[in-house]
Structures are given as structure tokens and as C-alpha cells.
């Protein structure tokens, strides 16, 4: 079968990296023919071309289209209205995410949608169109109960099966597919605080007012500690610079984003994971560290941690002080994340419901 495969693929975001090769490793694996929407500014980026290993047609990307016989929406949190408001943002996002979609609804073939959040469903333009797919599709499954909650209230029909977050399945892969990427070693003795840096402006301010102070006194009381410093995207010299700087008394090291299972191999080595987005924390909570999560867009985020059973570990950016991040830091410094492995296999779920030969 000729599949194609669609999502937040058209930038450099380590989650959804991770997505995109757990899906396409899967159906390669299975004997089907793979390839990614291609379109030139929405499609799959140079970046995950580069290290899926994929040559993506985009002089041609709509007769590609036309020549899959199935679409499948890989997970992600994009099933949403766009974060700005505005028709230019909405027809945006439409084109970004729906416009592939409605040449299988109108030629009624298969459509997957695996894993993804959903809601809140609001607007005209992208909302309509993602209803009609998922109650088109074959299969739909969403990683959390309000995503459920959300397509019903929503008016879907189908049949949408809760499952859990794909990136749950990290460990899996680590241990299989990607057993050759070298372990990240640190000095003997020492512990990994490892903060994830942010480059929107209104973040990175409030990291500096506020988280920065708090881990400088963590340190000052840990002295066990190493600060080390990553990015969950590729990111330009000088945030890294504005970062080291910040911290520069306790020479915190960079780790500069590139391969993105490099990450995921100096993840599995952190102690405590300082975040403020989602799937920093969801891979460093499934690889058994200990999180922190101080979310600037909080809903998706909540949801995750409510789901694993550690609602505490979670609040919004716009709530914190500098007390309240010091405070946990020391709560959670020594209780490393385990997660149920019924969760697990409702990660494999997303996976194991794509189409067959």
C-alpha cells in the first residue's frame, strides 16, 4: 500500500521528529510504501528529510497525493485551532494541516488519524474541515480523555479511542532501533540538572526573572549538581549564548540541538529536567528521570501530567515565583518519574492500528 504521511513535520521540533520516525519506521517495517506530504513550506522540512533518510518530492507533492492510497495523520498536537487569533492565522493553519485531507474526502479513501490532541474546536475554517476527517477516518485515536471530550462536545461521530502520548514509547526504541547511539556519560559522582531553554521572548524573560534565580540557589544548595543546558530545536548561537550567560558562575555546558536521538540519549541522563514545554518532559518522564514543567501554552501540558498520576509537577509559567520553583526543584530532586506500563501500551495502540497490507 501506498501510504502518506502528514503532520507537524515542516519544522525541526524533537517531538515531532520523534513521531514522524516512530510512524514511518513502522509501515517501512511492515513492507508499505512511505512518503511524507511534501508540500514546500507546509510539508516535511530539509531537517527531518535529512535524518529519516527521505528524498521528498515537492515539485510534485500534489500528483504524490494523488498517488497514496491511504493518509495518515501521525500524532501530534495540531487537531486545534491556531494559537493566534485572525482569519490570515486560521487559513494558515488550514493549509498547513487540512489541505492534504481533502483530496481523500473527496475521493473517499482511507484516512488514519493516530495519537493526536485535539481541541478546543472553535473556528470555521480549520475546525469544520478537522471534523470532517475524523469523522471520515478509519481509525482515530487521541492521547488524553480532553481530546475526547473535545471532538465530542465538537460534534464527531466517530469512534475516537482514548490511547496516550507516542513519544511513551522512547525507551522502546532506544533499546531496538536506535541501540547503537552512544550513552551520554558524565563526570563520576556528579547529577544532571538539565534546563531546556525557550526562545520565545516573553518565555525567556520570565525564565530569567524567575527560574534562573531559583536554580541558582538549588545549585548553590546542591553542590552534587551539574547544570547542563539544551534546546528541543535548532536554535541560533546566540540563545545559547544569552542562556550560558545567564548562568555563566555556574558554567553550565551546551548541549547544542542537532541529531535529535543524541538529545533523547543525554535526556535519559538527566536527573532533573527542567521544561517548559511538553515533550522534553514526556521523553524524560518515560526515560525514568525527574521533571519539572513550568508550561507557557499550559493545556496540552496539564493534561499529560494529569494523565500520569503527577498533577503537581505541572504549573503554567504565568503562575510561578521564584519561591515556588525552588520549592520543587528540592520536592522532586530525588523522585524520578515511573510510569504505568498500561500507559505504555496505549502508546503502542497508536502504532499497532495502522493500516496493514
Known amino acids: 500500500m501506498k501510504i502518506m504521511l502528514h503532520g507537524a513535520t515542516n519544522m525541526s521540533n524533537y517531538g515531532d521528529f520523534l513521531f514522524a520516525e516512530f510512524f514511518y519506521h513502522k509501515l517501512k517495517k ?74 481523500f474526502l473527496r475521493h473517499n479513501k482511507p484516512i488514519y488519524v493516530l495519537g493526536v490532541g485535539a481541541g478546543p474546536f472553535s473556528n470555521k475554517l480549520f475546525s469544520l474541515q478537522a471534523r470532517k476527517v475524523l469523522n471520515h477516518a478509519t481509525v482515530v485515536t487521541v492521547r488524553d480523555e480532553e481530546s475526547k471530550r473535545y471532538c465530542n462536545a465538537f460534534g464527531v461521530q466517530n469512534d475516537v479511542i482514548i490511547t496516550s502520548d507516542t513519544a511513551l514509547l522512547i525507551g522502546e526504541f532506544l533499546k531496538t532501533i536506535k541501540s547503537n547511539t552512544p550513552r551520554f556519560e558524565l ?114 501540558t496539564k493534561r499529560f501530567y494529569k494523565q500520569i498520576g503527577e498533577p503537581d509537577r505541572c504549573i503554567p509559567l504565568t503562575d510561578i515565583n521564584q519561591d515556588m520553583v525552588l520549592e520543587m526543584l528540592e520536592k522532586y530532586k530525588d523522585s524520578r518519574i515511573q510510569l504505568p506500563e498500561e500507559l505504555i501500551a496505549k502508546a503502542r495502540m497508536n502504532l499497532e492500528l495502522l493500516p496493514r497490507n
Open 30 to 103: 511492515d513492507g508499505h510504501d512511505v512518503e511524507f506530504y511534501a508540500h514546500p513550506r507546509y510539508g516535511i522540512s530539509d531537517y527531518f528529510a535529512r535524518y529519516l533518510k527521505v528524498t521528498p518530492d515537492r515539485q510534485n507533492y500534489w500528483e504524490r497525493v494523488k498517488q497514496s492510497d491511504c493518509l495518515v495523520f501521525i500524532s501530534g498536537g495540531y487537531f486545534v485551532e491556531p494559537r493566534k487569533p485572525g482569519l490570515i492565522a486560521e487559513v494558515k493553519h488550514y493549509e498547513r494541516y487540512m489541505k492534504p485531507a481533502t483530496y
Open 187 to 300: 563526570d563520576e559522582g556528579r547529577k544532571m540538572l538539565l534546563l531546556h531553554l525557550d526562545s520565545n521572548s516573553e518565555v525567556k524573560a520570565k525564565i530569567q526573572e524567575v527560574i534562573v534565580p531559583a536554580i541558582r540557589c538549588f545549585l548553590d544548595y546542591n553542590r552534587d549538581y551539574s547544570l547542563y543546558i539544551a534546546a528541543d530545536g535548532v536554535k541560533e548561537n546566540a540563545l545559547y549564548a544569552e542562556y550560558q550567560k545567564m548562568l555563566s558562575d555556574y558554567q553550565p555546558r551546551i548541549l547544542v540541538y542537532d541529531d535529535p536521538w543524541v538529545l533523547t540519549r543525554q535526556i535519559e541522563r538527566a536527573d532533573l529536567i527542567v521544561t517548559t514545554k511538553l515533550h522534553m518532559g514526556i521523553v524524560g518522564s518515560a526515560l525514568g528521570s525527574s521533571v519539572v514543567s513550568f508550561p507557557f501554552v499550559p493545556q496540552k
